[in-house]
């Protein structure tokens, strides 16, 4: 591992966190996987060698309960569903190198030699503790399947987690009032002989790991605050018949303590991401892509997970990785969490659209993969709603991209038969330059946001330079040189939007009837002269109407509706709010230092004008006077203003919020408003226009 920047010449991978291998998958889900590849088109792009992996983790205590429910073998439980994820994630280009799952002997064999290397190393330990156990059934309690009290924030938790509340992982036995949620008994805890990885051996080494641990700054900070608290040992074993058995080491004879013991599921699914990438290996040969290299040599590996299971990247995962002599991690990118028009995502009250059904609606996987990506940033807290959705593919996709991409390919078409025989402007070139530049530093920073914001901005200023230089008034010989900068834009545009618009990129290229697949297609390759002749483009995007969003909208309602009247049920993804009658974000788990607030920029400032964005149905334009300048502004809040009597408003303004444009519209700051009303934050008194929020 080099920390050099990207490309270097050290082999990557980039996993994914494992889907559990126990339900339908929702475009919520979605996020992390489009993600990961997104990332990884982005680094070969760059020139960096890299192979993308992931698999369906098999095991755990929820599949083997629901297996016993359904009255199935679990493996063939599981297996339905990880053959289900296998056949989803290319239908939206989600193009793994190699997808495993957690049940193949390959994986198998990883698990025992790296709990071997624990064992051998003096890493782990016997411990007595409390098992939850049903009296009445006689038998040990699943963690999952416990319920009781967290004893760090007194929130409802589940036997390994606090899912409700702080979101730690909890040992067993140390959940307060624990009760069977497959019976509804109480349950009481007798003591049981497990083992322990004894990770608190390793707090130094993990400290200095973090310092070194590139990636998302909830993955680089949040681990910080247990090491803080001091690591407790973590249990590696589980009274269960499904999973892994605990490995004989050289001393078994001696020892019948993991006699009838699996496991735990998080000890073997990480280590799927070794298991998956030695499968891709021996598929194409080390000649090709060498596992070795990059988990036991020199390799740049980084995890895209969710934010929920930092903790066992950025502690547990490495702290194996560590004492069995593999590389560790180079970067953990976490993603924050997805809503769903407001709310939570709910697979039991049905609240969620799946991916089988967006697929359904007819919809493009492209316009799925541009709004998860750009929505917002990585580790962002997200909302999905069709409105949104329809907005960011009305705006940005058909409005910037696809209309400059049209309409400069159909004029140097009609006129010219394809690319205009002149050189290249200096001034396209190096604005070229600079997109590319852009895209190379989003992808060091872990980015795909502003990577492919790079790629939009470009054709931002594709549409503004074609505008700009009117090429329909001139004449042919005029016109050429404006014309074929704008082929060229075209054609760094499809370079640049590949990783995240795969499809759509393939048919710009094949539009422009360039040499080879566009996904093959390194940076250099936006600077190389197109074609000379193509043929007649056609529109890579098409507008949503609002009806259709409205029809969207309904059946949600409907299904939602339906399903709670049908079953008064706690959703199984939904954190409920108990603080009266509004339902309340929770409070951000991450904090920020001085120096982070000290480096917004927010400013007192005042609408000197407003005016609704045609074929919008939430944006305005509005002009903020901030006392140094006056800045063009775009707001959802057409549905929650009067914007008549917005002007001489005082407002308070993100100053050194990133540009973007939405309907054809620079948006160059965020105003900022409290809740799903949009109530436009102030000042109490009057503070002179330009004064800094401190």
Known sequence: MSHDEFPTDDPAVVTCGLPYANGDLHIGHLRTYVGGDVL?????????????????????????????????????????????????????????????????????????EIVEALEREG?????????????????????????GTCPYCGETARGDECDEGCGRHLEPGEIEDPVSKISGNPAEYRERTHKFFTVSKLAEYLSEFLDRLEGTPNAQNQPRQWIKEGLQDWCITRDLDWGFEYPEVAD??????AEDLVLYVWVDAPIEYIASTKQYTERVGPDTYDWEE??????????????????????????????????EPRAVVASGFMSLDGDAFS????????????????????????????????????????????????????????????????????????TPDVDLSSEVEDRIVEAIDEFEAGVNDYSIRKATQAAVDLASFGNEYIQRHEPWNLDDEAAAPVIRDCVQIAKAVAVLMQPVTPETARRLWDQLEADGSVADATLEAALEAPPESFGEPTELF?????????????????????????????????????????????????????????????????IVAAEPIEDSDDLVRLEVDIGLETRQVVAGIKQLHDVETLPDTRVVLLANMEKAELFGYESNGMVLAAGEEADLLTTHEDAPLGSKIR
């Open 40 to 112: 990884t088109r982005a680094l070969e792009k760059l020139g960096q060698e890299t192979a993308f992996v992931s698999g369906s983790d098999m095991h755990g205590t929820p599949i083997a309960v629901q297996a016993i429910e359904d009255d199935i073998d679990p493996e063939a439980f599981a297996l339905e569903y990880h053959e289900q994820y296998e056949e989803t994630f290319p239908r939206f280009d989600v193009a793994f190198d190699n997808y495993g799952h957690t049940h193949q002997e390959t994986n198998r064999e990883l698990t025992h």
């Open 123 to 147: 890493y782990v330990e016997e411990q007595e503790i409390k098992v939850a156990w049903d009296p009445a059934d006689d038998q040990p309690l699943p963690d999952r399947y416990v319920v």
């Open 252 to 257: 078994a004879a001696e020892d019948d303590t």
């Open 294 to 327: 990059t988990w036991k040599e020199s390799g740049e590996i980084v995890h895209v997970i969710g934010r929920d299971i930092i903790q066992h990247h950025t502690i547990f995962w490495p702290a194996m990785l560590h004492v069995a002599d593999y590389n």
């Open 347 to 418: 697979t039991s009250r049905n609240r969620a659209i799946w991916a089988q059904e967006y697929l359904d609606e007819g919809f493009h996987p492209d316009l799925l993969r541009y709004y998860l990506t750009t929505v917002g940033g990585f580790q962002d807290d997200i909302d999905f709603s069709w409105d949104r959705f329809r907005e960011r593919v009305n705006g940005e996709l058909v409005g910037t991209v696809g209309n400059f991409a049209y309409r400069s390919l159909l004029f140097a078409y009609r006129n010219y038969e394809g």
């Open 542 to 606: 098409e507008k949503i109407p609002a009806e259709r969003v409205a029809e969207l909208n309904e059946k949600l309602d409907e299904r939602v509706a339906d399903a709670t009247d049908s079953e008064e049920t706690e959703s199984d993804d939904t954190t409920e709010s108990e603080g009266g009658d509004m339902d309340l974000e929770p409070l951000a788990d991450e904090r920020i230092d001085f120096d982070d607030f000290q480096g917004l920029d927010i400013r007192v400032g005042e």
